[in-house]
């Protein structure tokens, strides 16, 4: 997250190692041969494969074709170009800095699936934010599993930070709690982890959209962003829990994880494809490790997707 162009090489390399599920699909049909309709409709299945869906997928190729048409090329390095360019214009909408500054204290909170990477994601914001020198304050929404509570004061310890854990309480006081003590030590921004839910698990659901109601009531406005994290290897499942998800909690914007070992990436596409106005995506996991979160950018995802420097 630093912008030191070094460091920009560091994880655009790193990101495109670990795209090695689509990079075997999308990378392999580009052998040099000749660009033919055979070639164009391998290459639609190869998107399909790689979680980019039905549609987009579609729409990828026809606009490939006006470019072919276009622009005259010829070759499959002009081809890979073209859909390099192609793809960063869907997903450009999808990028997005996430701004804290408008309000103090900003207030965040984080839901997503089981194991999707909320809490892990919030050790690294909290790193981020700090080293931009803003002070940061964690609500542990997840009250009842006492693992929850340990891996997040574990997280807050690591970044030298406070953590407001209550063991078995209403996760909404807790979210309460944390808001009114942000304002009071003025902090500038608050993370309220939540704990994993399933759409299917109606109650778990409507707790949520409670959680969501009461940070108004400790400040106006609260949540200012409501960010669902989903995981990278979960395929297209990502786009019926971003509508479950929205529906309950009003989603402001999303954290792709775990985009490194066997996720196929394509999902992005279909998510930024799936809706007129796509959710913002801030930051993409990359690895486990406090500083493998990366912001989103559209073009270097494309080419890291496609295999292209
Ligand atoms: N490889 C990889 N692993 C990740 C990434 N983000 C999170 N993980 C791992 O995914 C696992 C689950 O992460 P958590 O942060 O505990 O997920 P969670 O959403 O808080 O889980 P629950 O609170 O149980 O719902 C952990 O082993 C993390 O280290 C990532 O970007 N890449
Ligand atoms: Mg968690």
């Given at each position: 997250m630093n912008d030191t162009s070094k460091e920009k090489m560091s994880w655009f390399s790193k990101l495109k190692n670990r795209l090695e599920k689509s990079r075997v699909n999308l990378v392999g049909i580009f052998t040099g041969g000749i660009v033919d309709e055979n070639f164009l409709e391998e290459l639609e299945f190869q998107l399909i494969a790689s979680d980019v869906g039905v549609e987009a997928s579609s729409e990828i190729i026809e606009k490939l074709r006006d470019q072919i048409k276009l622009k005259g090329l010829k070759t499959q390095a002009e081809v890979k170009e073209a859909l390099r360019d192609v793809i960063a214009e869907i997903l450009k909408?999808?990028?997005?800095e996430l701004k804290t500054e408008s309000t103090q204290p900003f207030v965040m909170m984080l839901c997503g699936v089981n194991g999707a990477g909320k809490t892990t994601s919030i050790g690294k914001l909290a790193k981020h934010f700090v080293a931009n020198d803003q002070t940061v304050l964690l609500a542990a929404g997840d009250t009842f599993r006492a693992a929850a509570r340990e891996q997040l004061a574990v997280w807050g310890e690591r970044n030298k930070i406070e953590v407001i854990s209550r063991e078995g309480a209403d996760p909404g006081s807790v979210a309460f709690d944390a808001i009114i003590q942000g304002k009071k030590a003025k902090t500038s921004v608050v993370m309220i982890d939540t704990a994993g839910r399933l759409p299917t698990q109606t109650n778990l659901m409507a707790e949520l959209s409670r959680i969501r109601r009461v940070q108004n009531k400790a400040m106006e406005g609260a949540p200012h962003e409501v960010i669902l994290v989903l995981d990278g290897t979960n395929g297209q499942n990502a786009l019926s829990q971003v509508k479950q998800f929205d529906d309950v909690a009003q989603l402001t914007g999303l954290i792709i994880t775990k985009l490194d070992g066997t996720a196929k990436g394509g999902v992005l596409v279909a998510l930024a494809h799936s809706r007129k106005q796509p959710l913002p995506i801030y930051f993409i996991g990359v690895g486990e490790q406090i500083d493998d979160l990366q912001r989103f950018n559209a073009t270097e995802f494309a080419s890291a997707l496609i295999g292209l420097d």
């Open positions: 909408p999808c990028e997005a």
